[in-house]
């Protein structure tokens, strides 16, 4: 698999967590329920933290919910971050209730005199600030509506850029960076421009992208096309529904990549008309009887099981795969390694794969 080349960064650290340099691409996710509801907040976070989120983002509207703040992050095992707009003294308060991180809105957190504050606090707590700049609450400024033609990306860009000068100015460089969109070609516009402005690591998302169906394709395209670019440091898929669906999506973006590994790699035919076993099926029972184990022959990359149903490009994927599958009429050939071993009947498939996938793996 080809390597991608990362864009360097400063790297910084949210918890635990490192972002940027050289680590991994992390996965977030926000949490969905009314923060001041400790109990169900906590819950929700617990969830995602089984799914695979490593970093939790909650909205902070008020002073109930920056209260709660503590509660929630003695209940939670990772990085918690405070999502703030409006109101700096939320972002006082969600310091001083000990979150991991803070996101502020330059479009709606912006006088000098506040920032300076925040900023002070933050210091001293040595906890990052993401500038996250929304296509949706860029801040219009008097340029603007003189006329001045800029396309959306641009005004993102100067919008972050403006902010960032704030913060270095106040000497804090302890910062992410994240220009959403709801438009694919938007966000990956931005990023790719700004890629090459600062060494700040990057937030990916598209932002508001939809219900899952439609957010999954919109999400996989924009962040996985700057990924393939090299950018990027951090992830957070979102739609509209269960945030579960955000982690599996940016785990399945990630190792679509090779950027990360977290589950076998089922490799199946789409079948046609040659099929003469039960595909579909054989590779669902498959799926579930691994039931997402780090299966690995290395310790570092996932097991590769190819599953396929005529001798089309049958014996060619099942030799490229660790442990391979090609299917003729109601029987198939197990490969190991490029190396056929035997045939067996179509009942059989799946607990001969599963007994050799066993019997190798780590």
Aim: charged share 30%; hydrophobic share 40%; aromatic share 4%.
């Amino acid at each position: 698999m080809m390597v991608i080349k990362r864009r360097k960064t400063r790297q910084v650290r949210i918890g635990a967590v490192k972002i940027g340099g050289n680590a991994p691409v992390s996965i977030q996710s926000m949490a969905k329920t009314d923060t001041a509801d400790v109990d169900a907040t906590v819950r929700q976070i617990k969830a995602l933290e089984r799914e695979g989120c490593e970093i939790i983002r909650v909205a902070v509207k008020d002073m109930f919910s920056a209260r709660a703040l503590s509660k929630i992050k003695a209940g939670i095992n990772i990085p918690l971050v405070a999502d703030i707009h409006f109101h700096f003294q939320l972002a006082l308060e969600a310091i001083a209730r000990g979150v991991d991180g803070l996101r502020l809105n330059p479009g709606n957190i912006y006088r000098y005199r506040e920032l300076k504050q925040v900023v002070k606090a933050a210091r001293k707590r040595k906890i990052p600030i993401r500038v996250g700049v929304n296509s949706g609450s860029v801040r219009e400024p008097e340029s603007r509506r003189a006329g001045e033609s800029k396309s959306q990306a641009d005004w993102m860009i100067k919008s972050a850029l403006d902010y960032i000068r704030i913060l270095e100015g106040l000497d804090f460089y302890n910062i992410i960076v994240s220009l959403k969109s709801s438009d694919v070609m938007v966000t990956v516009d931005s990023y790719r421009k700004m890629a090459g402005l600062c060494n700040y690591p990057f937030h990916l998302g598209v932002t508001a992208a939809g219900l899952p169906e439609q957010a999954r394709i919109k999400s996989a395209i924009g962040i996985g096309g700057l990924l393939l670019r090299g950018i990027g440091d951090t992830v957070r898929v979102s739609l509209t529904g269960n945030p579960r669906e955000e982690v599996k999506t940016a785990r399945q973006i990630l190792q679509s990549l090779g950027a990360r590994y977290f589950e076998p790699e089922i490799i199946a035919c789409p079948t046609c008309g040659r099929t003469q076993v039960d595909v579909v099926k054989i590779a669902q029972e498959v799926k579930k009887r691994l039931n997402n184990r780090q299966c690995s022959l290395n310790g570092k990359k996932p097991l590769r099981v190819a599953i396929m149903g005529c001798m089309v490009n049958g014996p060619g994927e099942a030799r490229d795969a660790d442990i391979g599958l090609a299917a003729g009429k109601k029987s198939g050939a197990v490969f190991i390694k490029g190396k056929r071993i035997r045939r067996v009947r179509e009942e059989e498939m799946v607990d001969e794969l599963l007994k050799e996938i066993n019997r190798i793996v780590i």
